[in-house]
């Protein structure tokens, strides 16, 4: 039983961002209730799968919720919403503010029906700047926050975005602790209220925190950027067959490493006297460590750097990060019996609690799997929830033992 057991979110979120966030709510332990379109969140259409709709990134990014299908542009799927918010303690959403105020479910008339929810908005822009009505994605907050033209400054001038949602992800956990701590204030106080968490004000703290650098003085000391993260030989070492992640960081690792390769002599360099100094010379101390790098092996320069007590890790691929053999003796990958997508491998949550541990609770869901269930469970009677599925306010799937037997 994870330590969120008993905390109910309604979870109006699709696409990455916000799913990423309830996701890890919901393997802590609280109950998600996934809205989604009658169209269903488009992430279920990113492949491959086995199935429509069931695609391997939706798998891991909506386990532990369940899944309620509603029209919430139709009078009785709003009213619907509405019953279900009455019991929930949190509600999360990522369009845009002025959508939902349209929707009629801004935050003035969820408090209606729950007044002490923690009502948690999750969009591109901060609403008292001249961005605060455009959409936002991964890719324009990256570009936004200036991460293309760092990594071009890094390299070779070319800007580029970098392969990860790594806006969303970002964002969604700056959600997550956000929820957390507003349902410890209403714990204390009964209080609930609107949290708002803007992507771009976001990541632009988070990109900022490295590279503000001389710009955080007034006039300032120099253009920005931490120098170490921005020189272009920062990378992974070319040895003799092959690559090798290696971080020759402090004072005593370089005397280490001098040492290592027989040459003792170099600590008394100068520009290796510091960490500042080192920095200041950073592209220089790179190149030539690359330059040693490349006359040995992979595996010798593991056993000399293990050895000398220096940082090193392999450079995994996705493949052979599977097969880490750190990750197999902690059990980080789970293979799990889905119920209609058949054997998939999936995560588990990396932290290790004594008393209240996080674990997923449930796989992903199929669209509108639980839409019956939590309609009854808001109080609508069989009836209800067959007005709401005639008229098309609501969709629910095919009950299992109506699925195919794979």
Known sequence: MGPLHGVRILDLTSVMMGPYATQLLGDMGAEVLKVESPDGDIVRQIGPGRSPGMGGMFLQ???????????????????????????????????RPQVMQRL???????????????????????????????????????????????????GDGTPRYV????????????????VLAALFHRQKTGQGQRIDIPMFETMASFVLGDHLGGLTYDPPLDKGGYPRLLSKHRAPYRTSDGHICALIYNDKHWRNFFAAIGQPEKASDPRYANHGSRIRHIDAIYE?????????????????????????????????????PHLAACGFFRPVEHPSEGAIRTMRVPSRWTATQPDPQIPAPRLGEQTRAILREAGLSDTDIDELLTDGAAIAASEPEEMETR
């Not at 609403?127 to 293309?148: K, T, V």
């Not at 690359?290 to 450079?315: G, H, Y």
């Open 61 to 95: 990014l909506n386990r532990s919720k369940r899944s309620i299908v509603l029209d919430l542009k139709k009078p009785s799927g709003k009213a619907a919403l509405m019953r279900i918010a009455a019991s929930c303690d949190v509600l999360m959403y990522n369009l």
């Open 104 to 154: 009629g479910l801004g935050y003035e008339e969820i408090a209606k029906a729950r007044p002490d929810i923690v009502y948690a908005g999750l969009f591109g822009y901060g609403q008292d700047g001249p961005y605060g009505a455009l959409p936002a994605y991964d890719d324009l907050i990256q570009g936004a926050s200036a991460i293309p033209s760092l990594i071009a400054q890094a």
């Open 163 to 178: 392969p990860l949602t790594m806006a969303d992800r970002v964002v969604g956990l700056h959600a997550v602790n956000a």
């Open 288 to 324: 030539e460590a690359a330059a040693v790098f490349a006359t040995r092996s992979t595996a010798e320069w593991k056993n000399l750097l293990d050895e000398a007590d220096i940082p090193v890790m392999p450079l995994h691929t996705l493949e052979s990060l599977l097969e880490d």
